[in-house]
């Protein structure tokens, strides 16, 4: 978005997409400066998919996020005609993650697709998603299928599986990654003595340019029932952040968070650590998006 000109009383004309739009600010905008970021609109107000971290646009004066609260984004998404449920909003979430664009007809679509999965929805509408940004077509059953290679199923297919092993075959997986953007996904397992002590899911997410974004690593300990989530955020190749869940006692979670940040500390790495509920972090973390206003008006 640029900022063209000033127009007096706190008005300006800016240029989105090559449209022109006036904006009402509170804040002093200075014609000339841009920004770049995804933006929709609907019912005059402009929403914002900023495409740099928040904490780049500090300290600067020409021009103002506020992050958007809940009932102003479930208030957005009626005004796209899309139910204001967290299924919405999950998708909507997974929009900005993905980087595509805001298409209200696609996220019916897709949120009518997911209810159907039963006890699923959640997982099921991430990976809806992300076969749309790969362009890619799959079945019911096929979709089933990718939930279960990737462990997303209920709790007791996942124990059904694990009394009962058999040898491992990932078609749905391998047609999902054989698109080489987005998502790529790569189920694991830690072996002794050729017994499984462990399994997971790592997840690497890649932009349109193929650099990584975040790597995901979902880890299931079986002797223990211990479950271990990392969600990890990298910037220009560089690990900046990592979020993360032990599905031990609060107590248990900073003592690991303490112990990772001691370990990155005496190699000279700084890292922030953030701990956060399983469900901020499972499946594509893009329950950890948020959304920003620019205090304005089209």
Known sequence: MRIISDKGGGKYEGSVAGARVTITSASR????????????SKNGQILLFPNQPLQDFAGQETFKLSLLQNDQLMSFLQNLGLPADGLSFHLLQQTKQLGMKLDASLLNRLHNLALKFNGKE?????????LSKKGLDFSEDELLSLLSELGWDDEASQNQKQENPSKKDYPALSRLNSVKNSWQFFPYEITQNQKTLAQGNTGLLFDDNDRLQILNLECRWLSSSHRYLFCLEYQSGICKKIRMNFSGTSEENERLANKLDRLFT?????????????EMIEGTACQTQDFYSFGGQV
């Open 29 to 40: 905008l200075k014609p000339g400066s841009t920004f770049t970021a995804a933006i929709s």
């Open 122 to 130: 959640k997982r099921a509408a991430e990976l809806l998603m992300i």
């Open 266 to 278: 005496s190699i000279g790495k700084s890292i922030a650590i953030e701990l956060l509920p399983s």
